[in-house]
Every structure is written in C-alpha cells, then in structure tokens.
C-alpha cells in the first residue's frame, strides 16, 4: 500500500538558514509527488510537485526538492528561510490510476527565529 | 484564479445534530474529496467523488455521508454528530492524478 513518512513532526531553524524536510514514500511504481503548505488556520497550498523527467524541480517561494528514487525520497529544501514560511509543510504521493488520490504524510511544522 | 469554496469558517455544533458542510469549484474539477485533519495525524480521506452522483469511502467514512448532485459541489453530511468529529474539514478537487488537488479554506468544526 501506498505510504508517506515525514520523520519531523517539528523544525526550527533561524532566519537565514538553510531548510531541509525530509520525505520518504511507499509505492510501487513512479509515483507523482507533491509538497503543500499550510498557514495557520488556512487550507493547503501546491508548492511543487513531480512526475517524471528531471528529478531536481522547483516550486513557488524559492523551495526546490528533489526525487531520489533509490532513496524513496522526495526532500523539500530552500536555501535560505524567511519569517513567512514558518507553517506546516506535508508530503504527499499520489498515482496516475485509479480516483486520483493523494496520500497525504503526517506533516512537519516548521518555526523560524528571528 | 481558480477556487474551492468552503461555505464556512467556524461551525459550533450539538451533539446529535445533523450536520452539512459545502463545498464548491469552480474548475470543471470531476475529482473532489473531503479530508479531516487532526495533530499529529495529518490529512486522511473521508469520501470522495469522481462524477456527479458518484461517490466512494475513503479511510475514515464511519459517521460521514456526502452527496453530490452537481459537478461543482460537494457536500459533507454528519449524520448525527459526536464529539469525536470535532476537527479541521478539507475540501479539495483535481482534473487528474497529475495535476496535484485545489483545496479549500478548511471548516473548523466544533461539536459541543
């Protein structure tokens, strides 16, 4: 069965610093991949996402990740973080059949200081 | 811009109350789906629809029903709400599998 893991449930970084968050998935075949965000009281918002060709893709707000298919991972990164992009960031799979669905992973809350 | 409509916010609800929670696209989406998001649980899919009139149980449809008699909306039905169902409500769409989903504000229902 399809599966999405983020293995931080919270992350701090300060103002400036690079940012990583980890994502690893459980599926079969190529899967589509995507990172969402969430503010605060709000819905979630598509950041990036993959499906086939090159495996480093970029997305809105600065954040790029990259698919490594022998790692079953899909990390989102941006090099330097800002005061706004403290939320709630979560990793989904999803598969070209079926209804479309997306696996949605647990999420990982990131905070920023100043 | 393209937009999923949650008709509310905030809902204060009974305990035992019937209650319905909307949701409206405006994309032509044929996909929609209502989520429930709770800490540490992240998103997991209560029902979805892939045609007017159609509709199938996703993880958790225990106590849930939906309906959909339109192609642009999608309505959530607790048939008697509980206090276990308070908790954040997600609507999303999608054209396909690849196009990743458009989701709502989100419903903060509260059952009291």
């Known amino acids: 069965a399809q599966s999405v893991t983020q293995p931080d449930i919270h992350i701090t970084v300060s103002e400036g610093a690079s940012l990583e968050l980890r994502c690893n998935y459980s599926y079969g075949a190529t899967p589509y991949l995507f990172w969402y965000v969430q503010s605060p009281g709000q819905g979630l918002q598509l950041l990036l996402k993959y499906f086939s060709g090159d495996t480093l893709v970029q997305g809105i707000k600065g954040f790029e990740a990259e698919f490594k298919r022998s790692q079953s991972s899909f990390n989102l990164r941006k090099p330097s973080v800002h005061w706004s992009d403290a939320a709630e960031y979560f990793c989904?799979?999803?598969?070209?059949?079926?209804?479309?669905?997306?696996?949605f992973g647990a999420g990982t809350r990131l905070a920023v200081h100043p | 811009d393209v937009k999923v409509t949650q008709s509310s916010r905030y809902l204060v609800k009974r305990t035992g109350e019937k209650v319905f929670l909307e949701c409206v696209q405006d994309?032509?989406?044929?996909?929609m789906f209502w989520y429930r998001q709770d800490p540490g649980l992240g998103l997991r899919l209560i029902y979805f629809?892939?045609?007017?009139?159609?509709?199938e149980k996703g993880d958790i449809p225990e106590g849930y029903s939906v309906s959909r008699e339109k192609k642009e909306r999608f309505s959530l039905i607790l048939e008697s709400a509980s206090t276990n169902q308070t908790s954040m409500y997600l609507c999303a769409s999608t054209l396909g599998g690849g196009y990743g989903y458009t989701f709502g504000s989100g419903t903060r229902l509260t059952v009291v």
């Open positions: 994309m032509d989406h044929e996909n």
């Open positions: 989904a799979v999803g598969s070209s059949g079926g209804y479309n669905k997306l696996i």
């Open positions: 629809s892939y045609d007017v009139k159609m509709k």
